[in-house]
């Protein structure tokens, strides 16, 4: 005779939910940016517009959804320059990009002024018919590029903001300057930040034991 098997156990009316499951931060590799950029594919103005985001968010750190509020007017390619007039909080800041983020930029503008009809205040990345390109679509995409690409780890909008802050932290960029990067309203804000993302000097000081 088989033992009957218990029945689940349901939480009762007033119980809590079990505490949804939060991943760790995995920053990126140079060469699995390399290679999430080379996985892009598509007719060539998309495939432009989606490096250019891709290369946009890893090289300025902002968040998705600042990312593509952006119009062309906010990019100052000579200075090197982004202004976020639609950032957390409702706030504005100004931040950085490097010229190699821009270059990728400017292949994805010759398209894009090429669409007919587009209108005047269209974002910067954007459609073909002028509208935003959705925080949705890019969800979607990235995943899908990072398994292209071979990439084990998970592959998402902020994963590439974890990954320009974990960067700048190894090059020694002033922790003022990350935060005013980021758009963190308090530096102690910056320095949790980091510390969840790249705990450098943990992992320093355990290295540095010999065996």
């Not at 990019?75 to 270059?103: E, H, M, N, Q, Y």
């Not at 949705?136 to 974890?162: D, F, N, Q, S, W």
């Amino acid at each position: 005779m088989e033992t009957p098997v218990p029945a689940p156990i349901r939480p009762s009316a007033g119980s809590k939910s079990a505490p949804r499951r939060r991943f760790l931060p995995e920053v990126l590799t140079e060469a699995e940016l390399r290679s999430l950029l080379a996985a892009v594919g598509g007719p060539p103005a998309s495939k432009a517009r989606n490096r250019a985001l891709i290369a946009f968010l890893y090289r300025s750190g902002l968040r998705i959804a600042e990312a593509l509020a952006l119009r062309p007017k906010d990019v100052d390619t000579s200075a090197c320059s982004v202004r976020v007039l639609f950032a957390k909080g409702g706030g504005a800041r100004t931040v950085g990009i490097d010229p190699g983020a821009l270059a990728f930029l400017s292949e994805w503008v010759v398209y894009r002024d090429r669409i007919a009809g587009l209108p005047a205040d269209a974002p910067l990345f954007c459609s073909a018919s002028g509208r935003a390109v959705t925080t949705a679509y890019v969800r979607r995409l990235l995943p899908e590029l990072g398994r292209r690409a071979g990439i084990a780890k998970r592959v998402h909008a902020h994963g590439l903001r974890h990954t320009h802050a974990a960067e700048l932290r190894s090059e020694g960029v002033d922790i003022g300057i990350i935060s005013k990067q980021l758009g963190h309203r308090s530096i102690l804000t910056t320095i949790r930040y980091l510390d969840h993302i790249a705990p450098t000097a943990v992992i320093e000081a355990v290295a540095k034991r010999v065996w």
